[in-house]
């Protein structure tokens, strides 16, 4: 089982970056999929979930309007769209799979956002 998250890096207060999280080894679709950060001294927080059809997301308070989460099952990936970045939104990344039924969680190594001028 993998989760391979990609897209981090440097980017300009206002501006954006898309992250992908690619799943292997186990039924993609069957997963609730989350992104998560973390902050250096700060508890890992949820940013965004989508269901596994893809038709139901969730976002924080902190990131409504600005990111979008969406998924390709096909492709057994989840995304993240960060628009008008923040220096707040300065974090590692996690992808999170979770299968409801069975509580069974995968996580991804993450990946680091910095958002800096």
């Known amino acids: 089982v993998q989760l391979v998250e990609s897209g981090g890096g440097l980017v300009q207060p206002g501006g954006s970056l898309r992250l992908s999280c690619v799943g292997s080894?186990?039924?993609?679709?069957?997963?609730?999929m989350r992104w998560y950060r973390q902050a250096p001294e700060k508890e890992r927080e949820l940013v965004a979930a989508i269901s596994r059809a893809g038709d139901s997301t969730n976002y924080a308070e902190s990131v409504k309007g600005r990111f979008t989460i969406s998924r390709d099952n096909v492709k057994n990936a989840v995304y993240l769209q960060m628009n008008s970045l923040k220096p707040e939104d300065t974090a590692a990344y996690y992808c999170?799979?979770?299968?409801?039924?069975?509580?069974?969680?995968?996580w991804g190594q993450g990946t680091q956002v910095t958002v800096s001028s």
């Open positions: 999170k799979a979770r299968r409801r039924i069975t509580g069974v969680e995968y």
């Open positions: 080894g186990f039924p993609f679709s069957s997963y609730e």
